[in-house]
Antibody, heavy 121, light 111 residues
Framework: QLQLQESGPGLVKPSETLSLTCSVS??????????WGWIRQTPGRGLEWIGS???????YYNPSLKSRVTISVDTSRNQFSLKLSSVTAADTAVYYC?????????????WGKGTLVTVSS | QSVLTQPPSVSGAPGQRVTISCTGS?????????IYWYQQLPGTAPKLLIY???DRPSGVPDRFSGSKSGTSASLAISGLQAVDEADYYC???????????FGGGTKLTVL
């Protein structure tokens, strides 16, 4: 059974960079036809697709976040990562990693449990 | 304000049928893009419930069904059960935003 697990700091200071890693087990991140991505959830803005990456390294980002987001993949470790720069309180959210059938986060059928990241000094 | 509009809440008694609407526009649902529905139980991650408008992943009961017409879509849940109490989200692609978008979510209460 495929499992995804997010890891990273739960507290980030304003203006700094949020960094999270998603570890994939029970399957290979190099599987063709799947994309690995990040989705976040806040009480105010609901669910928001951040971006996705293919095992080859091709990345796709939400245009509203593109200037601050970098998603990378490490196939040797079966992991992919998220970096979000210049964070503000508005970036406080539960961050999920997920496997999708499309590069825009559509049809996400496997999700991690999510990790709360709070942006505060 | 979400690009896809859902009612904040719906409710129904056990055994009843409820529907949850998802209203979009000509840049998403109306443009012909598929609708996906997710169920989120309290304290858990969303779970894919419906894909491609009305297909169910294995393990999802056939009590759940989806439909789409024009710029709107609906999720129907028949034979309502207490375990169905959750938040439900629709998702689609939006051409003007060049990415996938979610509805604001609907909280289903089983009376």
């Amino acid at each position: 059974q495929l499992q995804l697990q997010e890891s990273g700091p739960g507290l980030v200071k304003p203006s700094e960079t949020l960094s999270l890693t998603c570890s994939v087990s029970g399957g290979s991140i190099s599987s063709s036809n799947y994309y690995w991505g990040w989705i976040r959830q806040t009480p105010g803005r609901g669910l928001e697709w951040i971006g996705s990456i293919y095992y080859s390294g091709s990345a796709y980002y939400n245009p509203s976040l593109k200037s601050r987001v970098t998603i990378s993949v490490d196939t040797s470790r079966n992991q992919f990562s998220l970096k979000l720069s210049s964070v503000t309180a508005a970036d406080t959210a539960v961050y999920y990693c997920a496997r999708s059938s499309y590069n825009t986060g559509l049809k996400s059928n496997y999700w991690g449990k999510g990790t709360l990241v709070t942006v505060s000094s | 304000q979400s690009v896809l509009t859902q009612p904040p809440s719906v409710s129904g008694a056990p055994g009843q049928r409820v529907t949850i609407s998802c209203t979009g526009s000509s840049s998403n649902i109306g443009a012909g893009y598929d609708i996906y529905w997710y169920q989120q139980l309290p304290g858990t991650a969303p779970k894919l419930l419906i894909y491609g408008n009305n297909d169910r992943p294995s393990g999802v009961p056939d009590r759940f069904s989806g439909s789409k017409s024009g710029t709107s879509a609906s999720l129907a849940i028949s034979g309502l059960q207490a375990v169905d109490e959750a938040d439900y989200y629709c998702q689609s692609y939006d051409t003007s935003l060049s990415g996938s978008v979610f509805g604001g979510g609907t909280k289903l209460t089983v009376l």
